[in-house]
């Protein structure tokens, strides 16, 4: 008998792991040679025990292979860092380890009562990938229900469980035939399911399924790690939330003490509104504005435009009835009150959100603003009945101790020898009720004291001493700014520049007057000096009580035909009648500043005869002629 034909040549097949259909070379060439039979079953005997041999270590390489898979599969779960990852890689070695076409893992659904399927490998088709089970359907529902692995060898003609229409759809579009279904557990609840299938019918050795089970038991490991994982991560974030709340709400209860005492300093110390401001934001940072009743702007710190007027009546009220800072948008409003007092508001746009603390804060400067802007009330009437009282003695009649009066002044910052003007405001401007009266009064005492000028009250008037020599200007500003407060019309009459306290009397008398002549013009809500109305002004002033009806029928009997037969003709006869009387009375020079000629200033001059009468020109009547032509003019503007 040769070498090669010696039950050595099987150990040598074993030793470089050769195929199983090698093993049949040693018998095929023993009986080529014509070895005896004894031979021949000897060597048919080495055969099967190499074969057993071989099966043997091919067993433990594999055993070494999937206990080499489960340390991988523990030192996953070990170094945990996305559950999505270790269940693909479990479900990926249990498809690897069975040589299964596929392989997939299924968890139920507490909330919608059923199961999904959370991780396929080798799946290929989408329908089978988005299944959802319900609770005890299918091979996995068996599984669930029971506890124990399942396995069949033909899944659409397994009868032990109960079919859906929707899984076997799902089974059918993927092609699986023989599934094998293990449970993954927590203690004695089952979580899902782990599965190996197959798209041919085979049977799962033992082995197999003790494998997926051991896979199924880290699959649950891995779960039920990930959850303690995130309730930790879940409280963890919790106690830094609360951690991150506390120190927040702590630094903000110490901004609002420090804001409170720097605002109490600030009342302490005289500050105004703008310092209040100030600190508010220097505190809660952002931009800050201090609006007064009107929405006219106290105070501003930072860049933040004025809201729409709307707007702030809406959250001022909405402040006010919740007594409390309210939000609009990103703007926090804060109304400013004293009692039932609307004094203004506070609108605060903040850098960052405001906790509870820094809305107190806000309303804290709101109530210190409020508290701040009476004082500067009672300072201000307090100072204004002092000025008051100083011009009501500088226009009374007879004047008493000179220099005591130039004395208390000089006390206010009044110089009584430098020019003023005195502007006399109409009744009607003050003749309402008693708040109105004291506004206005209240706005010309600051528009008096803010110029250098004093204001009074006097005879039914609203009297103002205002440094200056434009008489005419200050009557039409002072008509003009008192109009928009009462929103009503008013008329200014003034009179000036005049210089040293005895002369103030006089010159009220004359801006009373100038006042009563605007009147009697119909130039109601108007300012205008006694010098721009000129001697009309003076005679109408004087004999103030003929009134408007008065002036008005003068006008209509004196040159009323020639003014109505140019409104209705559209011709210029009371203008070639001013031009013709203010040039003498020639008519050469009246048709040059009318720009006509000379035979047409003729022609006009007859209408007028016509219509006037032929005695028009005689001195008597002329003087009265030209005295409708100036109040004409006057009250046309």
């Given at each position: 008998m040769s070498v090669m034909s010696s039950p050595l040549e099987f150990l040598e097949l074993l030793a470089r792991e050769a195929a199983p259909v090698e093993f049949e070379g040693p018998l095929v060439a023993a009986r080529s040679a014509g070895l005896p039979a004894d031979r021949i079953a000897e060597l048919e005997q080495a055969k099967t025990v190499a074969l057993r041999v071989r099966a043997l270590l091919e067993r433990r390489r594999r055993r070494e292979s999937e206990l080499l898979s489960l340390y991988d599969t523990v030192s996953d779960l070990a170094g945990l860092r996305d559950l999505d990852e270790v269940l693909r890689a479990i479900v990926h070695r249990a498809r690897h380890l069975l040589g299964a076409d596929v392989a997939y893992m299924t968890l139920n659904d507490a909330e919608r009562g059923d199961t999904y399927m959370r991780v396929t490998d080798g799946s290929v088709s989408a329908r089978f990938q988005r299944l959802r089970l319900p609770m005890g359907a299918g091979l996995g529902g068996l599984v669930a229900q029971s506890g124990a692995p399942y396995v069949t060898a033909n899944y659409p003609q397994d009868e032990r469980f109960h079919h859906t229409r929707e899984i076997d759809a799902g089974v059918g579009e993927e092609g699986l035939v023989a599934i094998l279904g293990v449970p993954l557990r927590l203690g004695s609840t089952s979580i899902g399911v782990l599965y190996a299938a197959?798209?041919?019918?085979?049977?799962?050795?033992?082995?197999?399924?003790?494998?997926?089970?051991?896979?199924?038991?880290?699959?649950?490991?891995?779960?039920?790690?990930?959850?303690?994982?995130?309730?930790?991560?879940?409280?963890?974030?919790?106690?830094?939330?609360?951690?991150?709340?506390?120190?927040?709400?702590?630094?903000?209860?110490?901004?609002?003490?420090?804001?409170?005492?720097?605002?109490?300093?600030?009342?302490?110390?005289?500050?105004?509104?703008?310092?209040?401001?100030?600190?508010?934001?220097?505190?809660?940072?952002?931009?800050?504005?201090?609006?007064?009743?009107?929405?006219?702007?106290?105070?501003?710190?930072?860049?933040?435009?004025?809201?729409?007027?709307?707007?702030?009546?809406?959250?001022?009220?909405?402040?006010?009835?919740?007594?409390?800072?309210?939000?609009?948008?990103?703007?926090?409003?804060?109304?400013?009150?004293?009692?039932?007092?609307?004094?203004?508001?506070?609108?605060?746009?903040?850098?960052?959100?405001?906790?509870?603390?820094?809305?107190?804060?806000?309303?804290?400067?709101?109530?210190?603003?409020?508290?701040?802007?009476?004082?500067?009330?009672?300072?201000?009437?307090?100072?204004?009945?002092?000025?008051?009282?100083?011009?009501?003695?500088?226009?009374?009649?007879?004047?008493?101790?000179?220099?005591?009066?130039?004395?208390?002044?000089?006390?206010?910052?009044?110089?009584?020898?430098?020019p003023h003007v005195l502007v006399a405001v109409d009744d009607d401007a003050i003749a309402a009720t008693g708040s109105a009266r004291q506004r206005v009064l209240s706005w010309a005492t600051t528009y008096a004291s803010t110029r250098g000028g004093l204001a009074a009250a006097r005879d039914g008037r609203v009297v103002l001493m205002l440094p200056g020599q434009d008489a005419g200007g200050s009557a039409r500003a002072v008509s003009r700014d008192l109009s928009r407060v009462t929103a009503r019309p008013v008329t200014a009459g003034a009179s000036g520049p005049v210089t040293g306290p005895t002369s103030l009397a006089t010159a009220f008398q004359e801006a009373d007057r100038c006042l009563a002549a605007l009147g009697a013009l119909g130039r109601a809500g108007q300012g205008a000096s006694t010098a721009e109305l000129g001697f009309v002004g003076l005679l109408l002033g004087t004999a103030s009580g003929g009134g408007d009806a008065e002036v008005s029928r003068f006008l209509a009997s004196t040159i009323g035909p020639v003014v109505d037969y140019d409104a209705r003709r559209g011709t210029a006869l009371v203008r070639t009648l001013e031009s013709y009387f203010g040039v003498g009375g020639s008519l050469a020079r009246a048709a040059e500043v009318l720009h006509v000629h000379v035979n047409t200033v003729t022609q006009r001059l007859e209408r007028v005869g016509q219509l006037l009468g032929a005695d028009w020109q005689k001195p008597e009547r002329a003087l009265e002629v030209q005295l409708a032509l100036r109040l004409h003019r006057l009250r046309t503007g």
């Open positions: 197959n798209r041919s019918a085979r049977p799962f050795a033992r082995e197999e399924v003790a494998l997926l089970l051991s896979l199924a038991a880290h699959a649950a490991v891995a779960i039920d790690t990930a959850r303690l994982l995130a309730e930790t991560r879940a409280a963890l974030a919790e106690l830094s939330s609360a951690n991150t709340t506390i120190r927040a709400h702590s630094a903000s209860v110490e901004r609002a003490a420090a804001a409170h005492d720097r605002m109490t300093a600030l009342v302490l110390r005289g500050g105004g509104v703008e310092d209040v401001t100030a600190a508010v934001t220097e505190v809660l940072g952002g931009a800050l504005l201090a609006l007064d009743t009107e929405g006219r702007l106290l105070a501003r710190v930072g860049e933040l435009d004025e809201p729409d007027r709307a707007d702030i009546v809406e959250a001022v009220a909405a402040s006010r009835t919740e007594g409390r800072s309210v939000r609009r948008g990103q703007l926090w409003y804060a109304a400013v009150v004293a009692g039932a007092e609307n004094l203004g508001a506070l609108v605060l746009h903040p850098e960052g959100e405001l906790a509870d603390a820094d809305q107190r804060i806000l309303e804290r400067a709101a109530l210190v603003t409020a508290l701040l802007l009476l004082f500067r009330r009672t300072v201000a009437e307090a100072e204004g009945r002092v000025r008051g009282e100083l011009l009501d003695d500088l226009i009374a009649r007879p004047l008493r101790d000179i220099e005591a009066l130039r004395g208390r002044a000089r006390r206010l910052g009044v110089d009584l020898d430098a």
